[in-house]
């Protein structure tokens, strides 16, 4: 897997570089959780169902890579793995924050009954 760089995104566009790192359906969504706090493996395949381990795996990855996030293992059997957000990853909060608060407004619009997790909807009230 390729760590993003400057060249993919060769015409220096600061929005294409921010969806290089965090573009796709499930990775603002694994940040969201993350930020939060630390969470195991199987904490986010039960916070997101429709996300397929495989794909939890890649994008856990990419974000890694990327200095997003950071994963934590515990030598014992079974294996034990926690990620957390870099305090680089804490930059994006604003962003994730943003998505989530525009994204309560769409939901509400809609008509909408959704629950979403305390520290983000007592952002939003």
Known sequence: ??????????????????LGVIGGKWKVVILYYLLEGTRRFSELRR????????????QLR????????SRKIY??????VE????NYGKTLEP?????SDWGWKH??????????SPKWKK???
């Open 107 to 116: 939901l509400e619009r809609l008509g909408r009954d959704v629950k979403a």
């Open 83 to 86: 990620y957390s957000v870099t």
């Open 75 to 80: 030598p014992q059997i079974p294996p034990k």
């Open 1 to 18: 897997m390729k760590l993003h760089t400057e060249d993919d995104h060769p015409d220096g566009c600061p929005v294409g570089a921010t």
């Open 47 to 58: 916070l997101m169902p429709g996300l397929t381990q495989r794909m939890l795996t890649l």
């Open 123 to 125: 952002a939003t009230q």
């Open 62 to 69: 990419e974000l890694e890579q990327c200095g997003i996030i």
């Open 95 to 99: 962003v994730v924050r943003m998505i």
